[in-house]
């Protein structure tokens, strides 16, 4: 047999090798210059990257300052606050104790000033539940501003002897007007109370009454054991229509529906109050399944700036004209 048969495997086995051999190179070269890129060129780009995922710039505002009235007297101060929120909203009665002794662990109140302040809560909260249920069918010349300030009573005065004496009073007032009269509106969410087209409309209106804002009953019925201070403020904190789901402020609406003799309710989707602007549609379903018309309207209750005072104005008009047709309908 010819010599050169005998090697033909044998150098296509060295070709072969030699491709392998290149190819081999060609890779460890590219990962060479692939880690010389990374470690050297682009060092920096990853290592703020790897401490990116450790640490985070937050911006935090500077105090506002003092702000003094022209004779002197405080009128705003800096000063540290908790927000609290428990969830769920159906907890059992040991949940509700532990979060009480947790409240009592941050507030570090005087037990005896703040069982007086929680007697004058459940006698507040008393009070405003009978002047929600004396306004049914009752003539009401309510404003909206007077509506969305009850707010503050209903919040952040809520245990002082002043607010007590707000709610006794506005429970002598319901009692004295006159009964019938006028479409009846339930407002959900903020008022905007400085809001031209809101005012002209709704202010001591004996035709288009704003009866009450859900805001202003999100803790009725809520009793407050001024011997279980913690326990009561947890309750009240944990059993408001705003914690939790979406179905609980569709209820207490309902409620306030029946109670009231509600003609409309209009929900208003307050810029940047996801909770209420997710809540929307849902609300709008339930409350027009049983009967009580709602109108949607978008605005900010704070901003003046992201007010819509033509929107606002056309949508109120078209919306009462609908309420006094109906009305019309079933004399």
Same mark, same amino acid.
């Given at each position: 047999?010819?010599?050169?048969?005998?090697?033909?495997?044998?150098?296509?086995?060295?070709?072969?090798?030699?491709? %392998?051999?290149?190819?081999? *190179?060609?890779?460890?070269?590219?990962?060479?210059? /692939?880690?010389?890129?990374?470690?050297?060129?682009?060092?920096?780009?990853?290592?703020?990257?790897?401490?990116? &995922?450790?640490?985070?710039?937050?911006?935090?505002?500077?105090?506002?300052?003092?702000?003094?009235?022209?004779?002197?007297?405080?009128?705003?101060?800096?000063?540290?606050?908790?927000?609290? /929120?428990?969830? !769920?909203?159906?907890?059992?009665? #040991?949940?509700?104790?532990?979060?009480?002794?947790?409240?009592? =662990?941050?507030? #570090?109140? @005087? #037990?005896?000033?703040?069982?007086?302040?929680?007697?004058?809560?459940?006698?507040?909260?008393?009070?405003?539940? &009978?002047?929600?249920?004396?306004?049914?069918?009752?003539?009401?010349?309510?404003?909206?501003?007077?509506?969305?300030?009850?707010?503050?009573?209903?919040?952040?005065?809520?245990?002082? !002897?002043?607010?007590?004496?707000?709610?006794?009073?506005?429970?002598? @007032?319901?009692?004295?007007?006159?009964?019938?009269?006028?479409?009846?509106?339930?407002?959900?969410?903020?008022?905007?109370?400085?809001?031209? !087209?809101?005012?002209?409309?709704?202010?001591?209106?004996?035709?288009?009454?704003?009866?009450?804002?859900?805001?202003?009953?999100?803790?009725?019925?809520?009793?407050?054991?001024?011997?279980?201070?913690? =326990?009561?403020?947890?309750?009240?904190?944990?059993?408001?229509?705003?914690?939790?789901?979406?179905?609980?402020?569709?209820?207490?609406?309902? =409620?306030?529906?029946?109670?009231?003799?509600?003609?409309?309710? %209009?929900?208003? *989707?307050?810029?940047?109050?996801?909770?209420?602007?997710?809540?929307?549609?849902?609300?709008?379903?339930?409350?027009?399944?049983?009967?009580?018309?709602?109108?949607?309207?978008?605005? @900010?209750?704070? @901003?003046?700036?992201?007010?819509?005072?033509?929107?606002?104005?056309?949508?109120?008009?078209?919306?009462?004209?609908?309420?006094?047709?109906?009305?019309?309908?079933?004399?």
């Amino acid at each position: 047999m010819p010599k050169f048969l005998r090697t033909l495997p044998e150098r296509g086995f060295r070709r072969r090798a030699r491709a %392998v051999a290149v190819l081999f *190179c060609a890779v460890c070269l590219g990962l060479a210059v /692939r880690l010389f890129f990374l470690q050297v060129r682009t060092d920096g780009f990853y290592a703020d990257r790897a401490q990116g &995922q450790q640490l985070r710039d937050t911006v935090v505002p500077a105090d506002r300052g003092r702000i003094y009235s022209a004779d002197g007297l405080l009128l705003a101060a800096n000063s540290s606050c908790w927000t609290l /929120r428990a969830s !769920p909203r159906e907890m059992p009665e #040991e949940k509700i104790t532990l979060a009480a002794h947790g409240l009592a =662990e941050i507030l #570090e109140l @005087d #037990e005896a000033a703040l069982q007086q302040a929680v007697a004058h809560s459940g006698r507040t909260l008393e009070l405003l539940q &009978q002047a929600q249920a004396a306004k049914a069918g009752r003539n009401l010349h309510n404003d909206v501003t007077s509506e969305f300030y009850e707010v503050f009573v209903t919040h952040t005065m809520l245990g002082t !002897p002043q607010a007590e004496q707000y709610a006794r009073k506005l429970l002598a @007032d319901i009692e004295a007007s006159p009964m019938g009269g006028g479409t009846r509106l339930l407002w959900a969410h903020a008022v905007p109370f400085y809001q031209a !087209p809101v005012r002209e409309r709704l202010n001591f209106s004996a035709e288009n009454q704003l009866i009450t804002c859900d805001m202003n009953a999100d803790t009725l019925g809520c009793y407050m054991d001024p011997d279980k201070p913690f =326990e009561s403020m947890a309750a009240r904190l944990v059993n408001n229509i705003f914690n939790g789901s979406a179905q609980h402020r569709i209820q207490r609406a309902l =409620e306030l529906c029946r109670m009231q003799q509600i003609d409309g309710v %209009v929900y208003f *989707c307050q810029w940047g109050c996801k909770q209420t602007m997710g809540a929307a549609q849902l609300f709008k379903s339930a409350l027009e399944a049983e009967g009580y018309p709602v109108l949607l309207l978008d605005g @900010d209750g704070c @901003d003046r700036a992201n007010t819509m005072d033509g929107q606002t104005a056309t949508r109120l008009d078209a919306f009462l004209e609908m309420l006094h047709s109906k009305q019309e309908a079933l004399v």
